[in-house]
């Protein structure tokens, strides 16, 4: 290593891992989160507002106002809250985990400004009713041109976090910095960056010419062309939080754990997969599209989607196996399950990675593989069944992970303790459990054909009358209360690390304390410093207990895939 | 560990249970891979595979003509058409309402062109829960049997603008 090099003063030493912690990285690190945590705040009354509006008893805006606080939730959520959060990932894995500094402060400040502009344009011009077109703005829709200038500077600003994380990962080679191959946490995070650069180039393509369009120099992009184009950053932006999350789960399996990646080459060429194949998987959006024809939408959600939903079964598989594999290793024998009882589930680090992989997986990936299916998209196309398969995705899987990875963030690059340590191990419960409730309301609800992103399920004052089965209302009532619990879930979380950040007991000079026994940090500490030790070496292990759980996955996937085709058949003939 | 740098040659193919899962997903992804394409050939409900584009004015034009010359009734100032088993009808969809309503035959076959007049708008039928995507400049034709009769609503589920929740239409299927 050749930290020796490095001026004394340029880093400090992580008491905890004995990592070196780099100052401006860190710097950019915490700016990041700080505000991805304040653009989650934004959202998340945003989505109570919506959850509350929804729930057809209470209906608690009015149509002028549900219709601005979509288009407010969903690019604070969507786009600021978990873009920042993934730039903070990615000033992390490129400079601690490489043992090297930021490759330039001058990009970093000045991504910062560029995003923090665009955000709050964006806000803006949403706030003040002039944008009520949705996240997706398609036209012939059109919002004022700060809408999209918004969008556009906050992307170009992503971008240049890109490029920083890409250099820096350049000089750490040139510079020899760390040997043999990067860690898997940062293979994972340039998963997350080299998918970020396509979505974000599909945005440009987008959102420049509509921005021409709307100040009046250009002509509307085609409405069809505009959603192939959109929704090339609409989805794709659902990988780089798939390739982040994921990464997390590795690094929280970790720490929290003492858990060692398998097999390697399994999990990085899983990541691989994610690269190559899951950016077509756009498609699925654009299945009852006119314009497109059967053969492309079969083909590019067939092969191309389907090899990526294999590498999420991969890291479905790999990272409880690997925990598992460590929990025997310390001990815990007992039977099939023995050792999943015997995980940490009091650190709410642990507990939030192990519920977003939960909810991800049983929830999240088995609804969206199947709408995804050209045929089966007829009866989910725009309704609600859809948020209520990617609230399970990117909320209660990736806004969930990224939760569990601050109860890491605080102590160990904040060096500040929390309070209330109780509330925060009930935290990823009460908001994932909201979150799971949500989309079961959403889901149902969808069945019966509700919409998403409809102010009155009643269809009040419409010339033909309709409306929806008491049950489906019932249903929309779940989805607020889900609603109100998860937002109860999110404001105590936002609470606790704003507390602990701003108020909290210094660890300057101090280990993490651990949110588990002593024995049992010791026993995990001592499996991280040997698991280093025999990296490379064959490691083969015997996992039954996950193996069981991945059945009851892969069962699980199969009924809920043929059920739905099954109800396909109740539907007109059309063709 | 996944936050230290793997050292030495750390390639190696899956073993034991780890290779059992990797081929059990992907022989699950092949299965679903086949059937998409299996049920495209096979089945009768497939998202409609035939869209031509269309100039807007064109199509409003068509679709009025079809509502006069095809006119049977009038619901709450609708025009009601009937379309020709076997033939083509036409649905608008505009700032807020899906126009004319469709009369339609139980188990008979229709080409139904369905289009936009200003913003994206959403066919949704319901109870049934069938759903497809209209944007202006194009014509989506679906060729639709309705399987079963009675009275099914028209709603819009893409956002169009404040009346978004009021725009509904109306198809009628008899026996």
């Known amino acids: 290593m050749s930290t020796e090099t490095i001026k004394k003063s340029a880093y400090r030493v992580c008491e905890t891992t004995g990592l070196n912690i780099f100052k401006k990285a860190e710097f950019f690190t915490k700016a990041n989160a700080v505000l991805a945590v304040i653009f989650l705040l934004i959202g998340g009354i945003a989505a109570l507002t919506l959850a509350l509006t929804r729930w057809s008893n209470v209906m608690l805006l009015d149509d002028v106002w549900y219709y601005r606080m979509i288009t407010l939730h969903g690019t604070n959520m969507l786009v600021f809250w978990i873009i920042f959060f993934e730039m903070a990932i990615l000033y992390f894995a490129s400079t601690t985990l490489l043992n090297t500094e930021v490759f330039s402060k001058a990009l970093g400040y000045i991504s910062l400004v560029l995003m923090s502009v665009g955000a709050i344009m964006t806000n803006y011009i949403i706030l003040d009713g002039q944008a009520d077109v949705m996240l997706t703005s398609y036209p012939p829709l059109q919002a004022h041109p700060l809408f999209y200038l918004g969008i556009i500077l906050f992307a170009v600003g992503a971008l240049v976090v890109c490029f920083n994380f890409f250099a820096t990962l350049y000089k750490a080679k040139k510079n020899k910095t760390y040997e043999g191959s990067m860690p898997l946490v940062t293979f994972g995070a340039t998963t997350a960056a080299i998918i970020a650069v396509v979505a974000l180039l599909h945005g440009a393509a987008a959102l420049i010419p509509t921005y021409f369009w709307s100040m009046g120099w250009a002509e509307m992009m085609d409405p069809g062309a505009y959603r192939l184009l959109w929704w090339g950053l609409g989805h794709h932006s659902q990988q780089i939080n798939v390739a982040a999350m994921v990464s997390v789960w590795y690094f929280i399996a970790t720490l929290s754990t003492g858990a060692k990646p398998l097999n390697e080459t399994v999990c990085r060429g899983a990541f691989i997969l994610y690269i190559l194949f899951i950016n077509l998987a756009a498609a699925h959006h654009l299945l009852v599209d006119p314009g497109l024809s059967s053969e492309w939408k079969i083909w590019n959600t067939s092969y191309a989607m389907y090899l990526a939903v294999l590498a999420s079964m991969i890291h479905g598989y790999t990272v409880p196996a690997s925990m598992e594999v460590a929990m025997r290793r310390k001990g815990y024998n007992k039977g099939i399950f023995g050792w999943f009882a015997k995980l940490p589930w009091k650190d709410p680090g642990f507990s939030a990675v192990a519920l977003s992989a939960i909810i991800f997986g049983f929830i999240g990936g088995i609804t969206g593989v199947t709408l995804g299916t050209e045929q089966i998209n007829i009866m989910a196309h725009n309704t609600l069944r859809i948020p209520g398969h990617f609230h399970a995705t990117v909320v209660g899987g990736t806004s969930l992970a990224f939760m569990g990875l601050c109860y890491y963030l605080v102590p160990l690059i904040f060096q500040k303790d929390f309070y209330l340590k109780k509330l925060a191990r009930i935290q990823p419960w009460l908001f994932g459990g909201g979150i799971v409730i949500m989309s079961f309301g959403m889901s149902f609800a969808g069945t019966y054909g509700v919409p998403r992103r409809l102010y009155d399920s009643d269809f009040s004052g419409a010339n033909l009358e309709t409306g929806f089965d008491s049950i489906a209302h019932i249903f929309l009532g779940v989805l607020g209360v889900g609603g109100v619990i998860a937002f109860t879930g999110l404001l105590l979380f936002i609470g606790l690390i704003v507390a602990a950040v701003f108020f909290g007991p210094s660890l300057k000079g101090k280990r993490m304390p651990t949110w588990q026994s002593e024995r049992e940090q010791k026993m995990t500490d001592e499996l991280i410093s040997k698991g280093y030790e025999v990296e490379g070496e064959d490691y083969h292990a015997k996992t039954p207990g996950t193996i069981g759980l991945v059945i009851i996955f892969l069962l699980s996937f199969a009924i809920y895939y043929f059920a739905n085709w099954a109800a396909l058949t109740d539907l007109w003939h059309i063709g | ?175």
């Not at chain 2, 649905?91 to 007049?117: A, C, E, F, N």
């Not at chain 2, 202006?136 to 819009?156: A, N, Q």
Request: aromatic share 12%; hydrophobic share 40%; glycine share 10%.
């Open chain 2, 1 to 175: 560990m996944s936050i230290f740098h793997p050292k030495g040659n750390w390639f190696r193919y899956p073993t034991g249970a780890e290779r059992l899962w990797v081929g059990l997903a992907l022989a699950w992804c092949l299965v679903m891979s086949i059937t998409m394409p299996w049920w495209h050939f096979q089945g009768k409900q497939n998202a409609p595979q035939n869209s031509y584009t269309v100039e807007v004015s064109d199509f409003v034009g068509k679709a009025f003509e079809f509502a006069e010359t095809n006119k049977v009734g009038e619901i709450n100032g609708v025009p009601v058409a009937e379309v020709e088993p076997g033939g083509d009808g036409y649905l608008l969809g505009s700032m807020w309402r899906w126009y004319p309503i469709l009369k339609l035959k139980k188990d008979q076959t229709y080409r139904i062109h369905v289009s936009s007049s200003d913003l994206q708008h959403g066919l949704s039928i319901l109870p049934i829960n069938m759903n497809i995507h209209v944007l202006p400049g194009y014509d989506h034709v679906m060729t639709i049997t309705p399987t079963t009769s009675g009275e099914f609503s028209i709603v819009c589920n893409e956002f169009c603008g404040i009346g978004h929740h009021t725009m509904t239409g109306r198809i009628i299927v008899e026996e």
